[in-house]
Antibody, heavy 120, light 108 residues
Framework: QVQLVQSGAEVRKPGASVKVSCKAS????????INWVRQANGQGLEWMGS????????DYAQKFHGRVTMTRNTATSTAYMELSSLRSEDTAVYYC?????????????WGQGTLVTVSS | SYELTQPPSVSVSPGQTARLTCSGD??????GNWYQQRPGQAPVVVIY???ERPSGIPERFSGSSSGTTVTLTISGVQAEDEADYYC???????????FGGGTKLTVL
């Protein structure tokens, strides 16, 4: 079955960077975008950007431009999201999700989420 | 700006029909999608492209669209439907994907 499995929880100090991985299985990795969405505790969902695993092209939400980098390794069907210059407000669960496009983007399935805690 | 507005909460009794709305000007151009998120779990798409239901999602979930509002209807609500529901729209290729603030569905 189609599945996205993410790396484990991370703790970072303010100013540091974190890199989260998302391993895809059950489908052709290069055929669908991988999107990243985050959710602070008790808050809503926030889209960060998307990665085309076929050619490495990315689209980032304006809010994260300059701080986020999305990459992939096609040999291992793994996508990565790196967020730099971390601050306490970046403490959240980070999800990867496979993206579909038809005028509008939607996401299915989602990874299990990775908790990133930013604390001094 | 591209915003989607959802009521914070909706309450229904088991067996009744729940209607969750999502409004935004962008919905006149893009489809609306709906996700169910149970506590401690990742979101799951229940409706995409306004009214398409993924395989495995019960038939009691349906979607509709009118102008700048999309609606998720849950017929014959069950206790297991208690969750947060998020609408979403936009186009990632335009770096524009937006989620509504979410509606907490409570089954009384």
């Amino acid at each position: 079955q189609v599945q996205l499995v993410q790396s484990g929880a991370e703790v970072r100090k303010p100013g540091a960077s974190v890199k989260v991985s998302c391993k895809a299985s059950g489908y052709t990795f290069t055929s669908y975008d991988i999107n990243w969405v985050r959710q602070a505790n008790g808050q809503g969902l926030e889209w960060m950007g998307s990665l085309n695993p076929n050619n490495g092209d990315t689209d980032y939400a304006q809010k994260f431009h300059g701080r986020v980098t999305m990459t992939r390794n096609t040999a291992t069907s793994t996508a990565y999201m790196e967020l730099s210059s971390l601050r306490s407000e970046d403490t959240a669960v980070y999800y990867c999700a496979r993206g579909f496009e038809s005028v509008t983007t939607w996401f299915d399935p989602w990874g299990q989420g990775t908790l990133v805690t930013v604390s001094s | 700006s591209y915003e989607l507005t959802q009521p914070p909460s909706v309450s229904v009794s088991p067996g009744q029909t729940a209607r969750l709305t999502c409004s935004g000007d962008g919905l006149a151009k893009h489809y609306g999608n709906w996700y169910q998120q149970r506590p401690g779990q990742a979101p799951v798409v229940v409706i995409y492209k306004d009214n398409e239901r993924p395989s495995g999602i019960p038939e009691r979930f349906s979607g509709s669209s009118s102008g700048t509002t999309v609606t998720l209807t849950i017929s014959g609500v069950q206790a297991e439907d208690e969750a947060d529901y998020y609408c979403q729209s936009g186009d990632s290729s335009a770096s524009l994907v937006v989620f509504g603030g979410g509606t907490k569905l409570t089954v009384l």
